[in-house]
């Protein structure tokens, strides 16, 4: 199993891919976060209700002290998982994880009242939307940084 592969499970659920490493207090640990996490955040419910469209039930669901967390974990599991395996070898390849975790924490703290184009999308919705500049600006800083070395 490669790299690539251990970094889906970890997506699948941050702590799977560390299981695969054989790195099983490690990975048992990023599970037992990410359940308490979900669980205080109301995360399932408020996933349950951004995707039939109750974005204002999801809002008032949401207890945003925990959901802050969840951002920071995932990516950080998401890369220990892979650089554990062998992977992101290659010069500044963990920014793309640590900016992921940056914005998705930013859109967090902005879902609640932030629109686009006279849409709110909320807690679940406007963090996933949030992932594509991330991954674009993440990665137009790796290769400017790469070119000053």
Same mark, same amino acid.
């Given at each position: ?10 997506? #699948?659920?941050? /702590? ?8 099983? &207090?490690?990975?048992?640990? %990023?599970?037992?976060?990410? +359940? ?16 039939n469209g109750e974005i204002g ?27 554990? #395996?062998?992977? /992101? ?8 994880? &640590?900016?992921?975790?940056? %914005?998705?924490?930013?859109? +967090? ?10 849409v709110l999308f909320g807690p ?26």
């Amino acid at each position: 199993m490669d790299a690539k592969e251990k970094l889906l499970w970890s997506i #699948a659920l941050p /702590g799977f891919g560390q299981l695969l490493n054989g790195r099983y &207090l490690k990975g048992f640990f %990023f599970i037992l976060c990410e +359940v308490v996490i979900n669980v205080q955040s109301n995360l399932n419910e408020v996933i349950m209700l951004s995707f039939n469209g109750e974005i204002g039930k999801a809002i008032q669901q949401t207890d945003y002290q925990w959901l802050l967390f969840y951002p920071c974990l995932y990516f950080f599991a998401m890369w220990d998982a892979f650089k554990d #395996a062998g992977g /992101g070898k290659e010069p500044y390849s963990f920014l793309p994880f &640590l900016l992921l975790s940056y %914005f998705l924490t930013i859109a +967090v703290i902005y879902s609640a009242r932030f629109e686009l184009f006279g849409v709110l999308f909320g807690p679940v919705w406007f963090p996933i939307i949030c992932v594509f500049p991330g991954v674009l600006i993440s990665l137009i800083l790796k290769k400017i940084l790469n070119m000053n070395k």
